[in-house]
């Protein structure tokens, strides 16, 4: 969206203003405001006409103009009804010298978690890919999956879902009990029935030894489509705020975009969490402290498969740079990325 309808909207969302007053205002002719009222007409905003000028009366439920529209935070938006990957699109902007882009889509038909796994991802989810050029060193680089995490944490949780973090990049939801479906050690099978996934995060990096080009950061959130169409343990928004009842934050729109009670109002879900993605990225400092907060795998008995070989141990920190520090028989060791299992307390 172009800084003239931003403005436009801004000014029509104290009450009507007549097109000469917007005129005056943004030092452009009243043949361009009419132009640029009906171009967010086209976007599906629904502005008036009236005696005292534009009214803006409707914005459009889920799409890029009317996330950009309110959001306080410097991405632009490029949405899609329906793309093969977010992140695949955002490594192209990236490449083509892009920054503070997010391609947000309302299906993926071919999304993918870490190493290549393939990621469902219906109509009615959050799917989208922040393309950033910090400049950090590499090493730096897991800071902003910890970021994503916790900024889809603390959104899920605004919204009425009580949304926690299991290492590396998993937003979940707790199951009820202390250890129930815990896994034993001797189980044979990596299913940690112990919570359920929410949402996910994978970022993709280019740069040389000393410094990022580029990162993109993908999340995929389950929201407004039921859990049946997913692998087993997970679950969406949509499933919690029914289960839960209870509170619910500005996230949630009891009538539903799509005609369903209780969903969430996924364009301002995806408002708050690009905000708070923001925050933590301009102060990285912060990010460990946040994780710490919200995480589920610290203090618990964990397996993490690494190529070569399984580390078994309590977890019982976070590294500088996003690594899990884990106490085993031998000592600590720390590692930087693994398939992380919450075993039952021996």
Not at 102 to 110: F, I, P, R, S, Y
Not at 146 to 153: D, I, K, R, S, Y
Not at 201 to 227: H, K, Q, S
Request: glycine fraction near 12%; charged fraction near 25%.
């Amino acid at each position: 969206m172009n800084d003239t309808r931003r403005s436009i909207l801004e000014s029509l969302a104290d009450g009507p203003v007549s097109g000469p007053t917007l005129a005056d205002t943004l030092d452009v002719s009243r043949a361009a405001v009419w132009k640029h009222v009906e171009g967010l007409r086209e976007d599906g905003f629904e502005i008036e006409s009236g005696p005292d000028g534009y009214a803006l009366t409707g914005i459009p439920a889920y799409n890029g103009p009317a996330i950009e529209y309110g959001l306080e935070a410097p991405f632009s938006i490029e949405y899609h009804e329906s793309i093969a990957s977010t992140n695949a699109r955002a490594r192209a902007l990236a490449s083509d010298g892009r920054a503070d882009v997010v391609v947000l889509a309302d299906e993926q038909t071919g999304g993918k978690g870490r190493l290549d796994r393939e990621w469902s991802s219906p109509s009615g989810g959050i799917w989208m890919s922040v393309c950033c050029r910090p400049t950090i060193p590499p090493a730096r680089a897991p800071l902003y999956t910890l970021a994503a995490a916790v900024a889809t944490a603390r959104t899920a949780r605004e919204a009425g879902v009580d949304a926690r973090i299991k290492w590396p990049n998993d937003v979940v939801v707790p199951g009820s009990g202390a250890d129930a479906g815990l896994e034993s050690d001797d189980s044979a099978t990596d299913d940690d029935s112990s919570y359920r996934k929410l949402s996910g995060v994978l970022t993709e990096m280019e740069g040389e030894t000393d410094r990022v080009e580029w990162l993109v950061v993908g999340i995929g959130v389950n929201a407004n489509f039921d859990a049946g169409e997913l692998p087993a343990g997970s679950t969406t928004l949509r499933e919690e705020l029914r289960a839960g009842g209870g509170d619910r934050g500005a996230e949630t729109d009891t009538a539903g975009e799509n005609g369903e009670p209780g969903d969430v109002d996924r364009r301002l879900f995806v408002q708050r969490l690009l905000e708070e993605f923001h925050t933590l990225r301009t102060d990285l400092e912060c990010v460990l402290p946040a994780w710490r907060e919200l995480t589920l795998t610290i203090g618990q008995r964990v397996r993490v498969e690494l190529p070569d070989e399984t580390v078994v141990g309590e977890a019982i920190d976070i590294a500088e740079y996003g690594g899990l520090v884990i106490e085993d028989d031998g000592g600590r060791v720390t590692v930087s990325a693994g398939d992380c299992t919450h075993l039952r307390p021996t």
